[in-house]
C-alpha cells in the first residue's frame, strides 16, 4: 500500500485545514479565538459565574457523577412538566445565524417543526443555516463587515481569529442579566452546569454568551463492537493489543480506522493516543506555570502509535481526501471498524444510521497510566446583537425555553418535535416517525441556540445506552481538564494558524513516515520559539486572574 501523501493532505489530517485555523483543543486556549488588551481577563473586575440550581427531574436509572458519568435512562420517563410558564416571544421576527452538519431545512411554510417552535416561542424564528464546510469563511466575512448582524449568532470551538474581539465590540454584555443570582429569572439556563460556562469563558472579565453545553468527554474512540467481539478482541486492553485488534480488522477491503480531513477533529484521533498514553490534556498547570503537553514523553509515544497504525496499513486508504461524513458512513456501513468523532455522536441520528448493523460502543484508553482528555464542557456558544434590555431578556427567554431539561414538554419539542406527528410514545418511550427523519433539529439547528444538559437516553437502544455509561464509570474518574479552557492569549490570537502549522506539518509528516520520529523535538523547539512559551506565560496570567 503506498502510503505516500502531498503536504496540503498532511494538513488536513492533522487538522490544519482551509483558512489556517487551528484545531481548537491541542493548540490553542479552548473557546473561540482569543487576544489579550482589552479581552484579557488579567486585571478586570470579573463577572461571577452564574448561580447553578439544578432542575429535579425524573429518577435515572443509574445516576451522573461528578467525574462527567452521565444520568442513565434505559426508559422514557412516565410523566413530563412544564419548565416554562409564561410567554416567550412578543411576534417579533428573530434572526439567528447556526451552523449545519446536514441538508438544509425544508422552508417553514412546508416546516411542521419549524412552525411548532416558532408557535411555542412566539417569535418568527428566520434562520440563516451556515453549512460547516463554509462556516469559518462566512464568520470570517460577517465579522469583518459592518452589516447589522442577525439577533443571535452561534460561534462553535473552531478558533475563529479575533472572534473575542468581536464580541466584546459587537455583541451584547450579559454579565447583569445572567451573572451570580441574576440567571434565576432563567431557571433552564441556571440548570446549566459551571463547567459549561468555565468552558465558554469571559471576555474582559464579562459573560457574553449562553454556552452549549456538552458532556466533559472529549473526542472519542467510536467502536464496531461486534466486530471486535467476533474478533476476540477486549474492552480493557493494552497498547500492544490496541495495535494486534487494528491489525486484525484490516483486510477484506474493510479497515481498523477510520481518519478522515477535518477543522475540528484533533489532529486524526492523537488526542485519544496521548490520553491513552498519560499525555496531560493539551497544558498542565503546576506552580502558576503552563507546559505544553507537545513537550512530553507521552505525546511523542502517541506519534509512534500512529505511525506503527499507518506502516501496518491499518487506516482507511483514502482517509486523507474522505470528509468527515463520508467517513462515518463508512463507519456505520462496517467499513472502518473504528473511528474518533464528538461525544455528541452518541446520538438517536446515529443508531439510526447504523441500522442495527453492528452494537455501538466506544473504546477504553489502552495506557496503564491513562488520562483520557476532557472536552471544554461546551460545543460553543450563542451571543446577541446589542439591544434595550427588554430585546436581551426576550432572546435570553429564547435560550431558556430550548435549553429546557430532559424530562420536560419543552425538551420533548425542542428534541423530537410534535408528538403525533414527529414522535409517538409507548411502553418503551419515544419512537420517531418517518417525518422526523426530515424535520428535527439537526436539519433545523436550534439546537444551536440553546441546548439541556445530556442525559445518556437512546430510544430504542437501551444497551448501547447502558454500554457509554459502562464506558464512562470507567474512563472518567481517570479523565483530567485542560487547564486553559476558556483562557485568553494574545499571542494564540496573532499567531495560532503559524503555530498550528508548525505542530500539524510535524505530526503528519512523522505518522507518515516522511520524518523520524526523533525529528519532533525540533518541531517543539520551533514551536517553542514561534510563540508557544509566549502562549504559555499568557496562559498562566490569565488563569492567575481567574482564580
Known sequence: MDHRIDRRSLLRLAGVGALGLAAPSLFTACGAGSSGGGVSNAGKDLAPWPTYVPFTGPTPDAPGDDSGVQPLFLKYPEKVVRSVHNPVGDGSDVTVMVVSYGAPPKPVAENRYWQAVNQALGVNLKVIVVPDPEYGQKMATLMASGDDLPDMIMFSNLALPHAAEFVQARCADLSEFVGGDAVKEYPNLANLPTYAWKGMGRIGGKLHGIPLERPTPANSLFVNRTAMDTAGIPKDWTTEQYLDAMKQLTGDRK???????????????????????????????????????????????????????????????????????????????????????????????????????????????????????????TFGYVTFKKAEPARIKLLLRICDYLSAPFGTTEYELANYGVEGEHFTKDGDGIKTTDLYNQENNSLLPTKYLGTAPAVLYLPGFPDTAQAVHDWQKATLPRSVRNPATGLRSATEASKGAQLSQIIGDGIAAITFGRKPLSAWKDVVSQWQQAGGDQVAEELAKEHAANQ
Do not use: C
Open 255 to 377: 479497515w481498523g480506522v477510520g481518519w478522515f480531513k477535518t477543522l475540528f477533529g484533533g489532529l486524526g484521533g492523537i488526542t485519544y493516543h496521548a490520553g491513552s498514553l498519560g499525555a496531560p490534556n493539551t497544558w498542565s498547570e503546576g506552580g502558576g506555570a503552563f507546559t505544553s503537553t507537545l513537550t512530553t514523553p507521552q505525546f511523542e509515544q502517541a506519534l509512534e502509535v500512529m505511525r506503527e497504525l499507518v506502516e501496518a496499513g491499518t487506516h482507511y486508504p483514502d482517509s486523507l481526501t474522505t470528509s468527515s461524513t463520508d467517513m462515518q458512513s463508512y463507519f456505520h456501513n462496517g467499513t472502518v471498524a473504528s473511528m474518533n468523532d464528538g461525544f455528541g455522536s452518541v446520538s438517536l441520528a446515529t443508531m439510526k444510521k447504523i441500522n442495527s448493523r453492528f452494537a455501538l460502543d466506544l473504546g477504553r484508553p489502552y495506557g496503564p497510566q491513562a488520562t483520557p482528555w476532557q472536552g471544554p464542557g
